[in-house]
């Protein structure tokens, strides 16, 4: 009897041997399968207080958070994950987002009086006038001078205006503390016979149309932009010619005239005007 009870145990024992393997190797598993699951869940804990793990017996804890609230993510396979530009790259993007919107609105700004004619009315003076008078500071920017024209750097640029002296004060706010390229501007009126040696621009008003046929052949050797706002042709001698259409303001440019007094005209102003003659 007791031999046999011996070989039962045995027999008992051996099997729990072979068995044991299984069993470690079975809860291998499921402490990972837990701890995988542990790990994936968001959370979002306060520093300074341990963290029990699930599988951690009594007493024992992991490894205490960094100090400041953390939260875990969890990464989805192939990496999906927004692009993150570092501090020094968001500051350039900024930078050239705030920078480019003021730079846009001077420029448009500055253009806008030639890219678009403008309204003006057909009978009132006070302001078709200021619109012309912008006009003509805006050519200044699209002209070229000779440099005898500016024998000195504090040669001004001498704009003269024939025939009213309303618009001659119209054009001396507008231009008050401006300058091209650091050369001040001057308005001078003048009248029929009067010397205009020094000067690089001259406006004729309609009403002074006929004084002004009087006066142009002494301008052929002259680097003058001549302006004028005749009704019907271009005028002889004249470089921009001021026409209204259906209220608006805009110009026509005499390209042969501009060449004959040795003027540099952009292609920029020519691509606006209604019309190129001598092209």
């Known amino acids: 009897m007791v031999a046999a009870a011996k070989l039962a145990n045995f027999r008992t024992q051996a099997i729990e041997r072979r068995a044991a393997p299984r069993r470690r190797a079975a809860n291998l598993r499921q402490r990972r399968q837990s701890g995988w699951l542990y790990r994936g869940r968001c959370q979002l804990q306060l520093a300074g207080h341990p963290r029990r793990h699930p599988d951690a017996g009594a007493g024992q804890s992991v490894r205490p958070p960094p100090r400041r609230i953390r939260q875990l993510r969890l990464r989805r396979p192939g990496g999906n994950r927004p692009r993150r530009h570092h501090a020094a790259e968001s500051g350039v993007l900024m930078a050239a987002a705030f920078s480019f919107r003021p730079a846009l609105r001077r420029l448009l700004i ?54 009213s002296d309303r618009f001659a004060q119209t054009l001396g706010q507008l231009l008050a503390g401006r300058s091209y390229h650091q050369h001040a501007f001057r308005i001078r009126t003048v009248k029929p016979g009067d010397n205009l040696d020094g000067v690089q621009m001259l406006f004729v008003s309609q009403q002074a149309q006929s004084a002004f046929h009087r006066i142009a052949g002494g301008l052929d050797d002259k680097p003058v932009l001549t302006i ?18 259906d209220n608006r303001v805009g110009f026509v440019i005499s390209l042969a005239n501009a060449r004959r007094v040795n003027l540099k005209l952009s292609s920029r102003l020519l691509s606006v005007a209604m019309r190129v003659e001598g092209g």
């Open 110 to 163: 500055a253009f806008s009086l030639l890219f678009a004619p403008l309204f003006a009315s057909a009978d009132d003076p006070s302001i078709e006038y200021p619109v012309k008078a912008a006009y003509l500071l805006r050519f200044t920017d699209y002209v070229e001078w000779p440099a005898a024209s500016f024998p000195q750097a504090d040669t001004p640029l001498v704009i003269a205006v024939l025939g």
């Open 228 to 245: 004028t706002e005749a009704a019907g042709d271009m005028p002889p001698g004249s470089v921009i010619n001021f026409v209204k259409t």
